[in-house]
């Protein structure tokens, strides 16, 4: 009892603790990010979450949307004018962008747009933050896709668009010490994204059930799974400097 008592007290003194410090979550509106910024309520923390969308459906007095595209070069200060004397201890990179097809399918402009956010888009929200991260000597999670690890014809823009941006996170590593630097591969996840891909309901189970053989669990990934792995990183913060898979070791080629 005495054990259990003591390990409730310590948590709900980290709550009291963590309530002081705030997280900047990018793609926050919905999907994978508002889980995200969900959970770090949950564990106690101020989120400021930010998106291209006006509005998000979801509300909590620890919650502050922005609506921001993270290729604003003014990101910083429009976010401190929220944020005004609080620092910012961490920053999770859940914005991303999926143009898939081809090398004869995709178009210029659709292969770029897979570069212009899920790199430059990241790199830029990264850079406006770092030096106050750096201080506060945080945490950076970059959610990106395990693609980024396997040649894949059809994704032939976003599967090298997300290895740039896991090189991209193991970089700024060497470069800032003092900062955990986390890159997080995730395989087919069922979020908002994974179910806008098909017309119907369907389609989308007799995809699924081709898509499940792909892992030794039989089971594609859902929102605990991420919102664990986040829990744990920004609880603990270890050191873990290659990329982190969060796939039940799936087999994709």
């Known amino acids: 009892m ?30 994978i990010g508002l889980e995200v910024c969900k959970q ?3 564990d106690g923390f101020r989120v400021i979450g930010i998106a291209r969308s006006k509005t998000t459906s979801f509300q909590h007095e620890s919650f502050t949307y922005l609506s921001l595209d993270i290729q604003d070069r003014d990101l910083f200060h429009k ?22 097809g081809c090398i004869e399918k995709i178009k210029a402009f659709d292969f770029w747009k897979n570069y212009e956010i899920n790199v430059i888009g990241n790199y830029n929200l990264i850079q406006c933050f770092i030096s106050e991260i750096e201080v506060n000597e945080g945490f950076v999670v ?34 800032y010490p003092s900062i955990h630097f986390y890159s997080v591969a995730l395989g087919i996840t ?13 389609e989308q189970k007799e995809a699924e059930k ?12 859902e929102y605990l799974d991420v919102k664990s792995l986040i829990h744990y990183l920004v609880g603990t913060q270890p050191n873990i400097a290659s ?9 994709l080629i």
């Open 2 to 31: 005495c054990m259990v008592i003591l390990h409730g007290t310590t948590w709900i003194m980290k709550k009291i603790e963590n309530k002081k410090k705030v997280i900047l979550v990018s793609g926050a509106s919905k999907g």
């Open 40 to 42: 770090l309520i949950e």
């Open 79 to 100: 976010v401190k004018q929220i944020t005004k004397n609080l620092s910012i201890c961490g920053l999770i990179c859940c914005a991303g962008i999926c143009r898939s």
């Open 142 to 175: 970059s959610i990106t896709s395990d693609v980024g690890s396997f040649c894949i014809p059809e994704r032939v823009g976003y599967a090298s668009s997300r290895k740039a941006q896991n090189i991209m996170v193991q970089c700024m590593q060497q470069n």
């Open 190 to 202: 069922k979020s908002d994204l994974y179910y806008s891909k098909y017309e119907s309901v369907k």
């Open 210 to 221: 081709k898509q499940i053989k792909l892992y030794p669990l039989r089971r594609l990934g």
């Open 243 to 251: 990329v982190i898979f969060l796939n039940g070791g799936a087999k």
